[in-house]
């Protein structure tokens, strides 16, 4: 176990570049935000 | 062994202190870590000594020789081994993502449609970008011809995707309520007729929200965003009534009773949900008070956003609320704590963070669509790229008059270009893949081009960011102890 660092949160965004974009997420601006793009606040749909 | 040969780290590791928490978000993987102060103060150092000389990325080892001083042998190596570990695992120092610009089909893919039914509006908000209501053109509601056209438009160019989404705005849009309620009945239809389905949201200031208009709303599954800036003195001061009366008193009992009927609404904004949204200013960055204030109340979905504004309006942000406006989500987050801790959770929407769960690249390098897969329609049947740019008549698309509607090409052309990679501010960003470069209007709005950003919305999203990871890790931590 390490000592000195907690992992949280494991991710693999990079690798999405190329299994990701089937495009049928929600449009970002279209939810409760209107003056400012969120796509991070977004949780992947497929 | 770690390999930090020619790796930057302050481009690809946001390194941070939130709370009483050290953070380390990796920015290409999308993972996050807690560090122990040893770890952090050592990372600290080799990006200081990037900084300093970044001559230095090409000999790392002579970096790792020259850090560290101030610990012990045994401790430096743990440091190091720990590192080492994860860089192999692609969590911590990973390698960055293949630099693959968005791809698109030929002809746009519209999935999304803000439809302004109503250039009017009952209020006369200070900061309406729509210029209360009419976005600079004439006080007019849409006709439901054109609002049919409009629907036949979306299905028409939305190619193999099922979901369609329209928003009923305005102005404000229960101001033409028949045609809204026509919509969505012929929506529903056309889009079933196609093996569609047609998904509504309709944002409001809540003044003609009764309870039937409340019943229908919910009978029809029509997710809604409901106007209120928090406490009475705010709200009233920039959302009056053309007297020049506040809305409050006559807003806040028909918003309390509306959410009642969905306790359930996803802080995601998801399914059939609701969401409560203000816009804070310059006359209240103590805006945390806002939104608590609606905690208060009992409205679980809470999104307060800045205004968006010329810097000669009095309203607007100047160089020095930077300060205070982010000392509010310190706070803002903090508080949400207290709150969860004492059984009175709410979400507050831009803390909202999709890491693991959350979109892929592709969406994240190419933002909200607007002006490709995201179009406004005027009152007229004009085409616009979002609800923003509606009236600015270069940056119209369209015409659902013309034969074949077609979208300008150049123009969506423009908008497809405008993703992060193009943005030479956000090359180096941390929260590149976060934002997606910002909103398209407040950076044509600050810097009349696509591909600037506004410094001002960058810093505020950071601190945004900043906060939603440090709550996100609070939650997990939480949830294993539980």
């Not at chain 2, 929506?187 to 208009?213: P, R, S, W, Y």
């Not at chain 2, 205004?307 to 607007?316: I, L, M, Q, R, S």
């Amino acid at each position: 176990m390490a000592k000195h660092i907690q992992t949280v949160i494991k991710g693999n965004l990079s690798l999405t570049a190329k299994t990701g974009g089937c495009g049928q997420c929600q449009t970002s601006c279209q939810s409760a935000c209107k003056t400012s793009c969120t796509v991070g606040n977004q949780v992947c749909e497929k | 062994m770690l390999n930090l040969k020619d790796y930057n780290i302050a481009k690809n590791v946001h390194l941070y202190r939130q709370g009483d928490l050290s953070i380390a978000y990796d920015v290409n993987s999308g993972s996050l870590h807690v560090l122990d102060d040893q770890v952090y103060s050592y990372i600290q150092e080799i990006i200081q000594v990037q900084r300093d000389n970044p001559q230095s990325l090409a000999d790392p080892e002579k970096i790792l020789r020259t850090v560290g001083s101030g610990f012990a042998d045994q401790e430096r190596e743990e440091i190091l081994a720990e590192l080492a570990e994860l860089q192999k695992e692609k969590l911590l120092f990973s390698p960055e993502a293949e630099k693959i610009e968005p791809s698109y089909p030929d002809v746009p893919l519209i999935k999304a449609m803000c439809l302004h039914v109503a250039h009017d509006c009952n209020l006369r908000c200070k900061y309406c970008f729509a210029g209360t209501g009419p976005f600079g053109g004439s006080r007019e509601l849409m006709s439901l011809e054109t609002g049919q056209l409009a629907i036949d438009f979306l299905l028409k160019h939305s190619g193999q995707r099922a979901q369609c989404e329209v928003d009923f705005f305005g102005g404000e849009p229960l101001l033409n309520f028949q045609v809204v309620r026509q919509l969505i009945a012929y929506g529903k239809e056309e889009a079933q007729k196609v093996g569609k389905n047609m998904k509504f949201t309709l944002t409001t200031n809540a003044v003609l929200l009764d309870e039937a208009v409340a019943d229908f709303l919910e009978e029809e599954g029509v997710s809604v965003v409901l106007s209120l800036d928090g406490r009475q003195e705010v709200n009233d001061k920039m959302r009056p009534y053309a007297s020049g009366k506040g809305s409050y008193a006559r807003i806040v009992p028909r918003i309390l009773n509306f959410i009642k009927k969905r306790p359930d609404s996803s802080q995601y904004a998801i399914g059939k949900y609701y969401y409560v949204r203000g816009t804070y200013t310059h006359y209240n960055t103590d805006f945390y008070k806002d939104v608590l204030h609606m905690a208060d109340l009992g409205i679980k979905r809470v999104s307060v956003e800045p205004v968006v504004a010329p810097p000669k309006e009095n309203y607007a942000f100047r160089a020095e609320d930077l300060v205070k406006i982010k000392e509010s989500y310190d706070i803002l987050g903090e508080k949400i704590l207290e709150y969860r801790s004492k059984g009175k959770e709410f979400s507050f929407f831009h803390f909202n963070a999709g890491l693991d769960d959350g979109p892929c690249l592709p969406k994240r390098l190419s933002g909200c669509g607007a002006g490709h897969e995201y179009v406004a329609i005027s009152p007229e049947g004009e085409i616009y790229p979002c609800h923003q740019f509606v009236g600015q008549e270069k940056y119209k698309l369209g015409s659902l008059h013309d034969s074949g509607s077609y979208l300008k090409e150049e123009l969506v052309q423009e908008f497809r270009k405008a993703h992060v990679y193009a943005k030479e501010e956000c090359s180096s960003c941390w929260a590149r893949y976060s934002c997606s470069g910002g909103c398209h209007a407040a950076n044509v709005a600050f810097s009349r081009e696509l591909t600037k950003v506004y410094p001002l919305g960058c810093e505020l999203q950071k601190k945004r960011l900043e906060v939603a990871y440090y709550l996100k890790i609070r939650e997990i931590e939480q949830r294993t102890l539980v």
